[in-house]
């Protein structure tokens, strides 16, 4: 269990999940490598079928159509990210508020290490353009609790224009992913725990 200094303090925002057949877990995993590794939209229902070795009734079956698939693969990718972030703090085992944002920046370098293909949020909201798909609340949600998590450590680190200061901190998180996707700057995230850093360093406190 994570020390009351060192944990996340925003809720997630995560619900139970809903239980699925091995069915729906093969075809949830089959359409979670293939999204991310090719692409949503070149990806087609016939493709993950085959993938998880169903029918493409089967799949209609459990999740209804592609888009609920989409946001069934972006949900449990989120899951996995929030797992992750709390097998890091337990790792790097921070002591401050500080230490904490610097944390989440340096779990960066292990979330993409051996994928070229960067943040699964960011690539979606590119090829989801539609604001009114199912899956966007996912990808929106999933950002807006990055910069509410950032806001309420600098809050508890007592650090002057908390809100202010969580802008910067996504933006450098998440143009890191960008970086590390786009212009294949491979220490990005290296980069970006660095300025981070300097930032909290300089920040005026309360």
């Not at 009734?57 to 888009?67: I, M, N, P, V």
């Amino acid at each position: 269990m994570l020390a009351q200094q060192m944990r996340l303090r925003v809720d997630r925002g995560l619900s139970e999940e809903a239980r699925l057949t091995p069915a729906g877990e093969r075809i949830l995993a089959a359409a979670s490598t293939l999204f991310y590794e090719q692409g949503i939209r070149t990806v087609g229902v016939d493709t993950i079928a085959a993938a998880a070795d169903v029918t493409k009734k089967t799949l209609y079956d459990r999740f209804g159509s592609k888009d609920r698939l989409i946001a069934a693969y972006l949900d449990r990718r989120n899951r996995v990210w929030h797992a992750f972030l709390d097998e890091q703090l337990e790792a790097r085992e921070p002591g401050t508020p500080e230490e904490v944002i610097l944390a989440l920046f340096g779990a960066l370098t292990d979330w993409v290490a051996g994928s070229r293909n960067g943040c699964g949020f960011i690539n979606a909201s590119v090829e989801l353009a539609a604001p009114d798909h199912p899956a966007m609340p996912v990808i929106v949600g999933q950002k807006q609790w990055m910069r509410s998590e950032f806001k309420a450590q600098a809050e508890l680190a007592g650090l002057a224009d908390a809100g202010e200061l969580a802008d910067r901190l996504l933006l450098l998180h998440e143009g890191a992913l960008v970086s590390y996707r786009v212009a294949a700057m491979d220490n990005a995230t290296e980069v970006a725990s660095r300025a981070a850093a300097d930032m909290l360093a300089a920040w005026p406190r309360i």
